[in-house]
């Protein structure tokens, strides 16, 4: 398998929470683990809190549509259920993504 890499966009095996099925869509690695890695869902909708980051340079980094990156959704998911790589953040775009987990993200215990 190719090496994955936090930054990366990746078309991910992203099961419904019932667990019965599935479905195929984009991801931002965050972080890897052994043989998991926490990812970000990518959505085509309009951020919705402070925690979706709209990627200006969504185009060049891989990305077929206007894209939102949404901290909010995070999975951990095996590197198995990562199928192709399709780009990288841009410099500008992994900036703001990370000003907002800085700011937004933070346990609330």
Request: hydrophobic letters at 45%.
């Amino acid at each position: 398998m190719t090496t994955i890499q936090p930054g990366e966009f990746w078309i991910a095996e992203i099961f419904f929470t019932s667990g019965i099925s599935a479905k195929k869509r984009p991801v931002l690695i965050l972080w890897i683990d052994d043989q998991d890695a926490v990812a970000a869902v990518i959505t085509s909708a309009p951020p919705r809190s402070q925690m979706d980051i709209f990627l200006d340079d969504w185009s060049s980094s891989g990305l077929r549509v206007a894209s939102t990156v949404r901290l909010s959704r995070l999975d951990c998911l095996e590197k198995s259920l990562f199928i192709a790589k399709i780009g990288q953040i841009s410099n500008s775009d992994a900036v703001k993504v990370k000003e907002a987990w800085q700011k937004y993200i933070k346990p609330h215990f």
